[in-house]
């Protein structure tokens, strides 16, 4: 049973417009929630997260949207760039007691960005 | 500072085989873990070490795949013996004790083919 899906396997784009990744899960238990970012021959890199208190979170270019009675997140990367070309990763985890957890992340299949010069 | 390091980048075994994966975590990173990429599916939680001590293993698919830490530094993942099925890429990511998850580093993985 898969708990976070990402059903788009594949997503292309035009460079400078609006790159829109999306993410569903289906564990309510989930309250941390994070994007990874992997170019080929490399490990997944962290690019971005948002807790389970938070509707939104904005880190430049990049920006992280939760609809919790939804269980949907999504990444919009605005204004696209080759660069970003690479394989998105959504991650979600169970916060311990106190707050943190520690690096059991439940991760979905994966959506390829390809942004077009 | 140097990264989590995966030995080997690639090994091509036939079943039944046996195969040892390395992993170098950062150094004075308590936290190691093992995370395996199966045929483009979804990145799959093996196992967690707190130095030495197995935290979490709850993500070995079975009795043929072995993690050990010694010394709590360095760990390998050995595959004994190995199935088709176990072809995929097995990441290692490593960080500190109590780090949030923003602070989880993976190294490059190592791509097994099980022929």
């Known amino acids: 049973d898969q708990q976070v899906k990402q059903n788009s396997p594949s997503l292309s784009v035009q460079e400078g417009r609006i790159s829109i990744l999306n993410c569903d899960y289906t564990?309510?238990?989930?309250?941390?929630f994070l994007w990874y970012k992997k170019y080929p021959a490399e490990g997944p890199t962290f690019l971005i997260s948002?807790?389970?208190?938070?509707d939104k979170n904005e880190d430049g270019r990049f920006t992280v949207f939760l609809n919790k009675s939804a269980k949907h997140l999504s990444l919009h990367i605005v204004p696209s760039q080759p660069g970003d070309s690479a394989v998105y990763f959504c991650a979600a985890s169970l916060s311990n007691a106190g707050g943190t957890s520690y690096g059991k992340l439940t991760f979905g299949q994966g959506t390829i960005l390809t942004v077009h010069p | 500072e140097a990264g989590v390091t995966q030995f080997p980048s690639h090994s091509v075994i036939e079943k039944g085989q046996t195969v040892t994966l390395r992993c170098d975590p950062i150094s004075g990173h308590d936290n190691l873990y093992w995370y395996r990429r199966v045929m483009g599916k979804e990145i799959k939680f093996l196992l967690h070490?707190?130095?030495?001590?197995?935290?979490?293993e709850s993500g070995m698919p079975n009795n043929r795949f072995l993690a050990e830490r010694t010394g709590g530094t360095y760990s390998t993942l050995k595959v004994q013996p190995a199935e088709l099925e176990d072809s995929g890429v097995y990441f290692c990511?490593?960080?500190?004790?109590?780090?949030?998850?923003?602070?989880?580093?993976f190294g490059s993985g190592t791509q097994l083919s099980v022929l």
């Open positions: 564990n309510s238990m989930f309250d941390y």
């Open positions: 948002i807790s389970s208190i938070k």
């Open positions: 990511a490593s960080s500190h004790r109590r780090a949030l998850n923003e602070k989880l580093f």
């Open positions: 070490f707190v130095k030495e001590s197995k935290q979490d």
